[in-house]
């Protein structure tokens, strides 16, 4: 095959291939190299999800009326639809156009921003003190890991260490926290897939969870417990028979879940072999948490990049084989399993001591000793005045929410605010992940596969 | 390879792991609190990534920027790294080290664009399109380079420095500036 | 040109009362009240709390709201749940236009009555510049029985018959035209929550 060039002049002239004599020389035929289609094993899982992703490339405000006239269900004529962002899934205020053909979706893409908070913004506004109650409503299924991971940017910025009652209790918290997120993931599940009994179950195991926040924090939701240097208070008196009480409680009703769902044929049915991901597709999305757990990478914050005192308790990281939907449900209810066992170490290895870093910059006397000395009284208005003044730096720290990897990347310019608070929100990140998984399903699947990744708007849009 | 700040109290400082991958050439490396920070040039970036995903970091955990107006003599940086008003900071994590690398990437106020990474991680796609909407930076090569938290119409990048906060006067506190 | 009719329909209340129209009228508040059917509208961390008052241990059942309807042509009752952010603004007039008449808001938590904590660029500063509110709930987010006591608030103001004249009054829904003069009724101060359960 000869190539035409054209010369400057207008003129063509006719140039013999250069492939042409080689194959001459040769006598065997070229190789077009990376032009070639390779095998699907040795694609990389960019290439895939760009020439078979599924994501639908329309501005949010693109005409979305069908006409009926105009639609031809024969030919197999697409149509696009809104799903959301006010809608019975009881995931928040989440919208997906969907690109369908009969009930199949081709294309799809997560439209956000419903629920904006300029939580960023407002996080250069608050001092380091104020600035947990500010994260801890990004993530609302889990207010006491957004609260850690700023602690724990702010620790490491000031370089302060804290004494292992603090870290011990902080465990504790965060991991009823997991079994909170998770029992409420669970219920709204199963709600999703019409197990309405499903979701009352879960509330109701919410309800215990919930009065044992509500009787160590203060709150029941969106606690600001989970200070920089500590905690806020100490552990009631009498927690360890309640968080026994839960322990055993929440095991037992465990089987009541899988009663419920797990052997139930039809649950099975809806889930199972519905958005398979690939492990590699998991990662080149930067997806974390149980999606990829459940594609079987075995990577889990707590075991691979240990914080707190996870090195030193026991527990498995629980790993799927398929990547479906049903493997993210059976992963997600085995950690409830883990995370009990967990604080069932945490009730035995919990150390005495100080519940907060002595440190007088970084937290506030106890109530009692302002009355008596001054300078725990001045001590107690700059600091919640003014606050803590970390040296000037910059860190990211992340900790595994119920959700994924929770980061933090926090910028210090020597003041009593920071420069720069973002959060790396695990569901903003695992959105990405949804148009290569409702490819080619239906769309009674949209709402199991949506519920499986388990999105907190929240913390999506900030 | 610079000290910018002690690390916390017990960590010796690591030694630099970007110096024994290759491919990276002479990229600047800083360390902040113990974390190790590359500091590539913005032609360089997509570059020293590609490397760095070649030397196993499987995936990037984290794509966000700054805007230093108001800050610029805080921070410090190595030589050959001019201060400009943004900087990208791109986090990566290798699986296998269990280690995470961030790359500052300086990018200047009258041109704020930046190369795209989502050829190299598709994950990078919502990341960078918050960037856009929240900074103003444009990603140059990216698939959809719109508005993702703001609504489409909206006019202005909201954590620029000199955005305001958008306040409203209430009892007691007058109207918009930071608390 | 068409003689306009003497008969103009002004709803219940300003049929002259006997005995039979006030039990009707009576009736059909109790029903009113006592299946008072919400829209899904959760939004954010208030949205939780409004399921865990739907679910067993505060049970809404008990007042006939436990069916959250998701459309919101066969509901009654919009609870704001959570911060409405400035891109969802046009979506909560468009839900609260698609209920029919009667309806009532509930403007739940903090942010959806004043915006709450976030006074900035992103959130819309109290939902009633968007609909109007008939009850606001305070707390961040209100527990259960805040949310079931402003329920039970708005279910007395029903009682009472207060909402359903002060819509009238306004002209709001279903197309009817009235001016004030023909009412002889002025909208009254709003009144504060009483402490305390409205009997």
């Given at each position: 095959m000869t190539r035409e060039v054209t010369t400057e002049k207008g003129a063509t002239e006719t140039e013999p291939n250069p492939a042409d004599e080689a194959r001459a020389r040769l006598g065997s035929e070229t190789s077009e190299a990376s032009q070639e289609l390779a095998p699907r094993e040795f694609t990389d899982a960019t290439r895939l999800l760009i020439e078979e992703?599924?994501?639908?490339?329309?501005?949010?405000?693109?005409?979305?009326?069908?006409?009926p006239d105009e639609f031809d269900f024969a030919e197999g004529d697409t149509m696009i639809i809104n799903l959301g962002p006010?809608?019975?899934?009881?995931?928040?205020v989440l919208r997906v156009m969907l690109e369908l053909r009969g009930e199949t979706v081709l294309r799809a893409k997560p439209v956000i921003g419903?629920?904006?908070?300029?939580m960023e913004k407002t996080g250069e506004q608050l001092t380091y003190l104020q600035g947990t109650t500010n994260v801890t409503r990004m993530d609302y299924l889990s207010p006491l890991s957004n609260e850690l991971v700023f602690s724990l940017a702010v620790e490491e910025l000031l370089g302060v260490q804290l004494p292992p009652r603090a870290t011990w209790i902080r465990m504790l918290m965060t991991e009823l926290n997991r079994i909170n997120s998770h029992v409420t993931w669970a219920a709204t599940n199963g709600m999703d897939l019409a197990s309405t009994t499903m979701m009352i179950f879960g509330f109701r195991e919410r309800e215990l969870l919930l009065s044992f926040f509500e009787k160590t924090t203060?709150?029941?939701?969106?606690?600001?417990?989970?200070?920089?240097?500590?905690?806020a208070a100490d552990l009631p008196d009498g927690w360890e028979d309640d968080v026994d009480a839960i322990a055993e409680t929440i095991a037992l009703r465990l089987d009541d879940y899988d009663e419920l769902l797990t052997g139930q044929p039809i649950f099975r049915e809806r889930t199972e072999g519905v958005g398979v991901i690939s492990p590699e597709m998991c990662l080149a999305m930067g997806a974390t948490g149980p999606i990829l757990r459940a594609s079987g990478?075995?990577?889990?914050l707590r075991r691979?990049?240990?914080?707190?005192?996870?090195?030193e308790v026991d527990f498995d990281v629980i790993v799927g084989t398929v990547g479906d939907t049903f493997d993210r449900y059976a992963v997600r209810l085995n950690e409830i399993r883990e995370s009990i066992r967990i604080v069932r170490q945490v009730l035995d290895?919990?150390?005495?001591?100080?519940?907060?870093?002595?440190d007088a910059k970084v937290t506030p006397p106890p109530r009692a000793r302002i009355d008596e000395s001054m300078e725990a009284l001045i001590h107690h208005f700059k600091l919640f005045t003014s606050g803590m003044e970390p040296p000037e730096g910059e860190v990211y720290v992340a900790v595994e929410s119920p959700r994924g990897e929770l980061g933090c990347y926090m910028v210090a310019?020597?003041?009593?605010?920071?420069y720069r608070m973002h959060v790396r929100a695990p569901s903003f990140v695992n959105l990405q992940s949804l148009p290569p998984l409702l490819r080619n399903s239906l769309i009674a699947d949209t709402v199991a596969i949506l519920s499986s990744v388990d999105p907190v708007l929240g913390e999506v849009d900030r | 390879m610079t000290e910018t700040a002690p690390p916390a109290t017990g960590v010796v400082a690591p030694a630099s792991v970007a110096h024994g991958i290759?491919?990276?050439?002479d990229v600047p490396v800083s360390f902040s609190r113990g974390q190790e920070v590359l500091h590539p040039a913005r032609d360089r970036y997509v570059a020293v990534a590609q490397a760095l995903k070649e030397a196993?970091?499987?995936?990037?955990s984290d794509l966000t920027a700054t805007d230093y107006l108001t800050a610029q003599e805080a921070r410090a940086l190595p030589e050959g790294v001019t201060a400009e008003r943004f900087e990208v900071v791109t986090t990566l994590l290798s699986h296998e080290r269990r280690l995470r690398l961030r790359l500052r990437v300086q990018v200047p106020e009258t041109d704020a664009t930046c190369p795209t990474l989502f050829f190299l991680y598709p994950g990078t796609e919502n990341l960078e399109r918050e960037v856009f909407d929240l900074f103003g930076i444009d990603f140059v090569g990216h698939p959809d380079m719109t508005r993702i938290l703001?609504?489409?119409?909206?006019?202005?990048?909201?954590?620029?420095?000199?955005?305001?906060?958008?306040r409203v006067p209430v009892q007691f506190k007058d109207a918009p500036g930071p608390r | 040109m068409v003689e306009k009719s003497?008969?103009?329909?002004?709803?219940?209340?300003?049929?002259?009362?006997?005995f039979l129209t006030g039990r009707l009228e009576d009736f059909v508040k109790w029903s009113r009240r006592n299946s008072m059917w919400p829209t899904t509208f959760g939004l954010a961390c208030c949205a939780i709390e409004m399921m865990a008052a739907g679910?067993?241990?505060?049970?809404l059942a008990r007042f006939g709201?436990?069916?959250?309807?998701?459309?919101?042509?066969?509901?009654?009752?919009?609870?704001?749940?959570g911060r409405l952010s400035q891109k969802m603004a046009p979506v909560l007039r468009q839900v609260y236009d698609q209920m029919v008449e009667p309806k009532w808001v509930i403007s739940m938590g903090v942010c959806a009555s004043t915006g709450g904590m976030f006074n900035?660029?992103?959130?819309?500063?109290?939902v009633d510049e968007i609909v109007p509110v008939d009850v606001y709930a305070p707390g961040c987010p209100p527990s259960p029985q805040t949310l079931i006591h402003s329920i039970l608030t708005l279910h007395e103001k029903v009682r009472t018959g207060e909402i359903t004249q002060r819509r009238r009054a306004r002209a709001g829904g279903a197309a009817v035209d009235l001016s004030s003069e023909v009412a002889g009724w002025t909208q009254p101060l709003p009144q504060p929550v009483r402490i305390g359960t409205p009997r």
């Open positions: 992703g599924g994501v639908l490339r329309l501005p949010e405000s693109a005409a979305l009326d069908v006409d006010q809608h019975p899934s009881t995931h928040g419903y629920l904006h908070t300029g203060g709150l029941r939701m969106n606690t600001n417990y989970i200070r920089p240097g500590g905690v990478v075995p990577w889990d691979s990049m240990p914080y707190l005192a996870y090195d290895k919990m150390p005495s001591g100080d519940y907060r870093a002595q310019d020597g003041t009593n605010k920071p | 290759a491919g990276l050439g196993a970091f499987v995936t990037c703001m609504p489409e119409e909206w006019e202005g990048h909201p954590l620029r420095k000199d955005y305001g906060m958008g | 003497s008969f103009e329909w002004k709803g219940l209340e300003s049929l002259s009362h006997n679910a067993a241990d505060y049970d709201m436990e069916v959250f309807r998701p459309s919101p042509r066969q509901s009654d009752l919009l609870i704001v749940a900035n660029y992103a959130i819309v500063q109290g």
